[in-house]
Each structure stands twice: as C-alpha cells, then as structure tokens.
C-alpha cells in the first residue's frame, strides 16, 4: 500500500509533466508565429525563370511564366492559412468554429494557384465556400441564440457561458480528432 506522501509525489510529477509539454508546445507556437515573416520571405530564394531544374525535381510555371512569381503568390496564402490553422487549435472562444471559412477559403485559393490551366485564382471562389458557410453560420447563430436565452434566463455572464459552450480536448491530437 502506497505512502500518502508517495500518491502526492506520483501527482505533483504528472502535473509537472503537463506543464512541462505545456511550456513546450506553446514555446513552438510562439516561435513559429515569430519566425512567419521569415517562412514569407522564403520565396525571396525561388529563382526567377520560367522553369526550375534541381536535384529533386523540375518545376515549370505555364501560366505565371516565372517559379518566383508563383512562389511569392503561395507565400502570400500559405502564410495566413499557416495562423489561421495555429488560432483556430488555440482558440477557447465558442465562435472558433468560424475560422474554418478562412481556412477554406485560403485552401481553396492555394489549389487554384497551383492549378496553372485558370487563368483568374478568386473566380469560383464564393461558389466553393458556401457548403462550408452553409453549415459554419447557422451554427454559430444556434450557439449564439443558446447563449442569449441562457443569458436571459440566468444569472450568469457572458464569459461564465462561453466557458460552459467551449469544448476543450485535453491535447493537440484530441483537438485534431474531434474534427474527422
């Protein structure tokens, strides 16, 4: 039979552990959100030729007619799809649920640029985003209006409810997983 003082010990060291992988993740977070206008500036390596020949692969832009155009416009939707996707995992408001229009949106946009047959990248854009709309707003609306009655009929404020309407997985896999 276990020491009480030992089952302490056993607690006090899981609870380090989580803070511990705490301070980490959020260390990497906070790094890789400092580091963006460097992952922006990466295109500035990208040469500026219609084809690019490496040890890898060769890559031929068509309808850019230069692999440093196509890379600075990727550069400008990868970047904020990239902090979109770290706030949306991050988020602990009830409405975080509405980043996902952005982040169709600007997957959207990163396929029609690496389509090289289109010749404009926003054409069909609104067309595609409405399923995503449809479902994200009306449920946001229901939260909303869940919250309002809550709000009327009790005593409660408004960040006690938002408290009570967010769901908060334990870890980065389970905040993945509730989605899929």
Not at 1 to 22: A, N, R, Y
Not at 62 to 84: C, H, Q, R
Request: proline letters at 4%; charged letters at 20%.
């Amino acid at each position: 039979m276990e020491q009480p003082q030992q089952k302490l010990k056993k607690t006090e060291l899981k609870s380090q552990d989580k803070v511990d992988s705490g301070v980490i993740l959020g260390s990497v977070i906070a790094t890789l959100i400092a580091a963006t206008p460097f992952i922006f500036n990466l295109y500035e390596s990208v040469p500026d030729v219609k084809v690019w020949d490496t040890y890898f692969f060769t890559y031929s832009s068509d309808y850019y007619e230069s692999i440093f155009v196509l890379a600075w416009t990727l550069a400008g939707k990868v970047v904020p799809l990239f902090l979109i996707v770290i706030w949306f995992f991050t988020c602990r408001h009830w409405w975080y649920h509405a980043l996902l229009i952005p982040i169709a949106m600007f997957t959207y946009q990163i396929m029609i640029v690496l389509n090289d047959d289109l010749s404009y990248t926003d054409q069909h854009e609104l067309i595609v985003l409405l399923p995503v709309m449809a479902i994200i707003i009306p449920s946001i609306y229901l939260i909303r209006a869940k919250m309002f009655d809550k709000l009327t009929t009790a005593n409660k404020t408004l960040e006690d409810l938002e408290a009570e309407f967010t769901v908060r997985p334990k870890t980065l896999w389970g905040k993945v997983k509730q989605y899929f």
